[in-house]
């Protein structure tokens, strides 16, 4: 049985479909195939369960025609006999349909289901990992636990370990990762307040002895030099120099990742790192990471005001913390 996994979005929709495609490779012999983002090329891989990546450019969260296009030109030459869809956007499931996959399967919501060949019942505002992982139950194949979702390059590990080692975290004490900012996302992101997270971190490191390790991509240059102004903590500040492959090896390495709605938090989770999510307007129920070591700190809307980052305080973070750890 030949399958395709079809992801729409980007870095962080490729992580959420992480569990699934690790189940469905798991679950058949043949080599399973995902097409996704060309932003995701690098990070799939690590990502375990992919033998082979098709980047499809234009395949983002609302893609262009042309996105479209070139989806269902790669899809139509190849002998699939099934299509998982994570995308709930009747285009890309157009564009499947026309491919002549003769199996469809994806979450039931919508005009787009009629696309579908099984339309998976999914909860309403459920986690999108957790209902994308279903999919693959309707194949009769196990929805458990599937380990490490992400295996960092031997070469990234190796760099990770010596960059902690040389700056002095690598002793065996409790290392948090904190992403103070925009954390290799595509779209900007909202972020929390740079003093605020160094409050944080002053406060783990005072409590838990913990030393901390800021990553994110360069524009988070600026917010990791604003924390440093308030920061008494031990800290490594590894924003904007070092690759994705090498921050997934670095969070691998921590105990606890502390992060707004970034990729970064479904990294965590794939490398089996405890994460702590900071939701504003979107929302964590739907976005964060499956499990009960990824916890949600949601902010609350003040009357019609939208909720933001700003409502939530550093008493409600380390809240959160506590359970995770």
């Known amino acids: 049985m030949n399958i395709v ?6 870095l962080t929709e490729t992580l959420q479909a992480a569990p699934l495609i690790a189940a469905v490779s798991a679950g058949v012999d043949e080599p399973l195939l995902v097409a996704g983002p060309t932003s995701a090329t690098d990070l799939a891989q690590g990502v375990s369960g992919a033998d082979s990546y098709l980047p499809v450019r234009g395949l983002v969260t609302r893609p262009s025609a042309a996105g479209l296009a070139r989806l269902w030109l790669e899809l139509r030459g190849r002998r699939l006999d099934v299509a998982l869809v994570c995308s709930e956007r009747a285009s890309v499931r157009a564009a499947v349909y026309l491919a002549g996959i003769p199996r469809r399967l994806g979450c039931a919501g919508g005009a787009g289901d009629r696309l579908l060949s099984d339309a998976v019942p999914c909860p309403s505002g459920g986690n999108r990992a957790q209902a994308w992982l279903g999919l ?14 992400y295996v960092p390059r031997r070469e990234a590990t190796s760099t990770a370990e010596q960059l902690l080692l040389s700056r002095g975290v690598g002793d065996g004490r409790l290392l948090v990762a904190i992403a103070p900012g925009q954390g290799f996302s595509e779209a900007a992101i909202a972020p929390w307040s740079a003093e605020r997270f160094a409050h944080l971190a002053n406060r783990l490191a005072t409590r838990h002895g913990a030393g901390i390790v800021l990553v994110g991509d360069p524009r988070d240059r600026h917010t990791a030099d604003a924390m440093r102004l308030d920061l008494a903590a031990e800290t490594v500040d590894l924003c904007g120099e070092i690759d994705l492959a090498t921050t997934a090896a670095v969070i691998a390495r921590c105990d606890l990742l502390i992060a707004t709605d970034t990729p970064l938090l479904h990294l965590a989770a794939a490398v089996g790192t405890a994460s702590v999510g900071l939701f504003g307007d979107s929302s964590g129920q739907v976005r964060a990471p499956a499990g009960a070591r990824h916890r949600v700190v949601q902010a609350l809307p003040n009357g019609h005001v939208r909720a933001s980052l700003d409502r939530i305080r550093v008493d409600d973070v380390l809240a959160g913390i506590e359970n995770a750890l």
């Open 5 to 10: 996994v079809v992801v729409a979005g980007g």
């Open 136 to 149: 693959a139950g309707r194949l009769g194949m196990p929805v458990g636990p599937t380990g490490m979702e």
